[in-house]
């Protein structure tokens, strides 16, 4: 039996918390037939740890695309940072996506992780295409005049599409890459070049490895999924 279950989603912040009572069965235990999609799992201690942070909110993220993929579009949609997009979050989280624990994570972090779900479902495997032959999506979206925090949004894209389209093979191993693997950490080190080059000079962009992994499976998807060949017009 559930006693509370709480869910917050205020200023680009999600905190999420299931408890249960003693005669509760332990969410591991239970029969995986009866826990479809996969429900992340989130201890005291696991906060402790970054790689673990971010493998449960993939596991949430991957859930709540399965059990609500029409409201996960639209809150991907939305403009990141947006009040639009804090007001589809409200509506995506799903406390039947967290098993036991705790969680509270950022929106970045959170619609990264659901990018990168929709990567790998897409992308996994396939080669990846000439990417200077495919536009840029539209990072604004249509949305002017933006706020500081959007404004910080959209350059963090840019810099991410100038990234993927420098180095796209190693972008697309990084998305792909397991959570905290040496695959993911090398992925990185190749990419410091591209870095290097897609800032601007006199430029400051401030973001976490988790942000930008997640922002660049965002990219790619979106470049793959939405754009047209360069020049195209509609």
Do not use: W
Not at 104 to 117: D, I, N, V
Not at 158 to 180: M, N
Not at 199 to 204: D, E, F, G, R
């Amino acid at each position: 039996m559930r006693l509370s279950r709480t869910i917050l989603a205020l200023a680009g912040v999600v905190t999420m918390v299931v408890a249960l009572d003693a005669t509760a069965v332990p969410a591991r235990a239970q029969n995986p037939t009866l826990i479809h999609p996969k429900r992340a799992e989130f201890s005291y201690d696991d906060r402790l740890n970054p790689d673990l942070v971010r493998k449960a909110v993939l596991d949430f993220a991957t859930c709540a695309l399965e059990r609500r993929r029409n409201s996960s579009m639209e809150y991907l949609a939305a403009l990141p940072e947006s009040r639009e997009s804090r007001r589809y979050l409200s509506r995506l989280v799903d406390e039947d996506c967290l098993g036991t624990g705790r969680m509270k994570f950022s929106e970045p972090l959170f619609r990264g992780a659901m990018y990168q779900r929709l990567y790998l479902d897409t992308y996994r495997n396939d080669p990846v295409p000439d990417l200077s032959a495919l536009a840029s999506p539209d990072y604004f979206q249509d949305v002017s005049p933006l706020n500081a925090a959007e404004q910080q949004g959209v350059a963090i894209r840019q810099f991410a599409d100038c990234v993927v389209r420098d180095q796209p093979e190693v972008a697309h191993r990084l998305a792909t890459s397991l959570i905290g693997s040496s695959e993911e950490n090398g992925s990185f080190s190749t990419l410091m070049p591209s870095f290097s080059k897609c800032l601007a000079k006199n430029k400051t962009l401030e973001f976490k490895k988790s942000q930008l992994r997640g922002t660049m499976a965002e990219v790619l998807y979106r470049i793959r999924t939405e754009s047209k060949p360069a020049g195209t017009e509609e």
